[in-house]
């Protein structure tokens, strides 16, 4: 047809060049008569026009029928006609679907268009928006080459040889921008294993329901796969505050890499005290500035000693107030039973309080008698644990308080140890002593 390569050139230039090139090349125009101020008046006068417009030669593509007025029919199929001229398509593993059907004038405007390429709609996105799902944007999260119409940022439009026509696989389509990503994962020690199968195992590519194209909010999200932590969040009475504030599982949790066990942010420790740093109230009354009472204590409980808050504590929820992970008395008194103090007996023998007599359970004894067993272990009115230890830390060794609240009355415990035993003189009775000694040695 002797049109080729200069309709390849013509279909992106401004009319008047391409009707100055096309004069250039010797192009006739037999078929002035088809744009007139009656007929196809706006033809040419598009930003984009197609070479045969133009260049006002409709014949490449249309035929006159010889016994019509004035009517005119494709000379081929669509397809046929534009592979005339453009390359035919690479066949690649996959194609989309107007391609793979020959409606090349699906998405380009055979005469002229407001866009390169010769494509329909005022913008890409409308173009794809013709046959795609617009809602995939109207989500609380939109990604943003999607919100601003860069289809073709993610996707080829014809044919290519990864899934849904992207133009990497996986991971790496990510990376072209987010590089930052692709470093740490490549640093960390520890990487998530959604990130690892699959960006979008959690992110929606177009847009999201949740913050930061998340299929759902966190922590909903988390708990998609954490199926294990939903049932137990079913079933606390007190759940962790940290899991409803700020960025919820987030707080304590990276979601893509770490160099901690789950995913953890910071050793646990640390992690606890970047919250428990001052007073804080909550349902079973205001919390203590945990940070400020272990820099002034120098007796720090065992778990506390191995920077371990969820030895005692479930870091999720529990059952317990302070969300503790077993029983463990509130109260200044109560009576005895084991059970009651399940959070004790995970590490401390339960012997401790059973035996009445003892040489050996502890050195809180006046001989062989076991003052353990003679405060706490009471059928009415047992001292707890916490009426003389405190729970985390304190000034004196074995973690002895100073003074026990007593309602509103700060009951103080004034204990002193000695070699051989110690001495008591708290609010609650007299002074009195006490010697590890037996009383056959007391007696020499």
Same mark, same amino acid.
């Given at each position: 047809?002797?049109?080729?390569?200069?309709?390849?050139?013509?279909?992106? =230039?401004?009319?008047?060049?391409?009707?100055?090139?096309?004069? +250039?090349?010797?192009?006739?125009?037999?078929?002035?008569?088809?744009?007139?101020?009656?007929?196809? +008046?706006?033809?040419?006068?598009?930003?984009?026009?197609?070479?045969?417009?133009?260049?006002?030669?409709?014949?490449?593509?249309?035929?006159?029928?010889?016994?019509?007025?004035? !009517?005119?029919?494709?000379? !081929?199929?669509?397809?046929?006609?534009?592979?005339?001229?453009?390359?035919? %398509?690479?066949?690649?593993?996959?194609?989309?679907?107007?391609?793979?059907?020959?409606?090349?004038?699906?998405?380009?405007?055979?005469?002229?268009?407001?866009?390169?390429?010769?494509?329909?709609?005022?913008?890409?996105?409308?173009?794809?928006?013709?046959?795609?799902?617009?809602? %995939?944007?109207?989500?609380?999260?939109?990604?943003?080459?999607?919100?601003?119409? @860069?289809?073709?940022?993610?996707?080829?439009?014809?044919?290519?040889?990864? /899934? $849904?026509?992207?133009?990497?696989?996986?991971? &790496?389509?990510?990376? *072209?921008?987010?590089?930052?990503?692709?470093?740490?994962?490549?640093?960390?020690?520890?990487?998530?294993?959604?990130?690892?199968?699959?960006?979008?195992?959690?992110?929606? #590519?177009?847009?999201? &329901?949740?913050?930061?194209?998340?299929?759902?909010?966190?922590?909903?999200?988390?708990?998609?796969?954490?199926? @294990?932590?939903?049932?137990?969040?079913?079933?606390?009475?007190?759940?962790? *505050?940290?899991?409803?504030?700020?960025?919820?599982?987030?707080?304590?949790?990276?979601?893509?890499?770490?160099?901690?066990?789950?995913? =953890?942010?910071?050793? #646990? %420790?640390?992690?606890?005290?970047?919250?428990?740093?001052?007073?804080?109230?909550?349902?079973?009354?205001?919390?203590?500035?945990?940070?400020?009472?272990?820099?002034?204590?120098?007796?720090?409980?065992?778990?506390?000693?191995?920077?371990?808050?969820?030895?005692?504590? &479930?870091?999720?929820?529990?059952?317990?107030?302070?969300?503790?992970?077993?029983?463990?008395?509130?109260?200044?008194?109560?009576?005895?039973?084991?059970?009651?103090?399940?959070?004790?007996?995970?590490?401390?023998? /339960?012997?401790?309080?059973? &035996?009445?007599?003892?040489?050996?359970?502890?050195?809180?004894?006046?001989?062989?008698?076991?003052?353990?067993?003679?405060?706490?272990?009471?059928?009415?009115?047992?001292?707890?644990?916490?009426?003389?230890? *405190?729970?985390?830390?304190?000034?004196?060794?074995?973690?002895?308080? @100073?003074?026990?609240?007593?309602?509103?009355?700060?009951?103080?415990?004034?204990?002193?140890? $000695?070699?051989?035993?110690?001495?008591?003189? #708290?609010?609650?009775? +007299? /002074?009195?002593?006490?010697?590890?000694?037996? +009383?056959?040695?007391?007696?020499?």
């Amino acid at each position: 047809m002797g049109f080729g390569m200069n309709a390849r050139i013509l279909v992106t =230039l401004p009319v008047l060049t391409m009707l100055a090139l096309a004069q +250039a090349t010797g192009q006739q125009n037999p078929n002035e008569s088809c744009v007139t101020a009656k007929c196809h +008046a706006t033809f040419g006068k598009a930003e984009f026009v197609h070479g045969p417009v133009a260049a006002n030669d409709c014949t490449p593509c249309h035929q006159l029928l010889p016994k019509e007025t004035h !009517k005119f029919a494709p000379l !081929k199929k669509a397809v046929e006609l534009c592979i005339q001229c453009h390359e035919p %398509m690479k066949k690649q593993a996959v194609l989309h679907k107007p391609v793979a059907e020959g409606k090349c004038t699906g998405c380009h405007n055979p005469h002229q268009a407001s866009q390169q390429y010769m494509l329909r709609g005022g913008t890409t996105a409308e173009m794809c928006f013709g046959c795609h799902n617009k809602e %995939m944007v109207k989500k609380k999260s939109a990604h943003m080459p999607v919100a601003e119409g @860069e289809c073709l940022t993610c996707h080829t439009p014809h044919t290519g040889d990864k /899934p $849904k026509l992207l133009v990497q696989s996986g991971n &790496d389509l990510c990376f *072209e921008c987010h590089a930052n990503m692709k470093e740490d994962i490549a640093s960390a020690k520890r990487v998530h294993k959604p990130v690892a199968e699959g960006c979008v195992k959690c992110h929606n #590519p177009h847009g999201g &329901d949740g913050q930061s194209l998340l299929g759902q909010d966190v922590p909903d999200q988390c708990l998609t796969c954490h199926k @294990e932590m939903r049932e137990q969040l079913a079933k606390v009475i007190i759940k962790h *505050e940290a899991l409803d504030i700020d960025k919820k599982c987030m707080n304590c949790h990276s979601p893509h890499t770490a160099n901690l066990d789950k995913q =953890l942010k910071e050793d #646990p %420790m640390t992690l606890c005290l970047s919250c428990h740093n001052q007073p804080m109230a909550s349902p079973s009354g205001t919390l203590a500035n945990m940070k400020g009472v272990f820099e002034k204590s120098k007796d720090w409980h065992g778990p506390i000693r191995e920077k371990d808050c969820s030895g005692c504590h &479930d870091v999720h929820g529990a059952a317990n107030f302070r969300i503790l992970r077993f029983n463990y008395p509130r109260e200044f008194y109560t009576s005895f039973s084991q059970d009651q103090y399940e959070l004790c007996f995970a590490c401390h023998q /339960p012997t401790l309080v059973q &035996d009445a007599s003892t040489t050996t359970l502890t050195n809180f004894r006046d001989g062989d008698r076991n003052l353990h067993y003679l405060h706490v272990n009471k059928r009415v009115k047992g001292r707890t644990c916490r009426s003389c230890h *405190e729970t985390h830390a304190s000034q004196k060794e074995k973690h002895i308080r @100073e003074s026990v609240p007593f309602g509103q009355w700060s009951l103080p415990i004034r204990f002193e140890k $000695k070699l051989d035993g110690g001495k008591c003189s #708290p609010g609650c009775h +007299a /002074p009195k002593d006490y010697t590890n000694a037996s +009383a056959a040695n007391k007696k020499k």
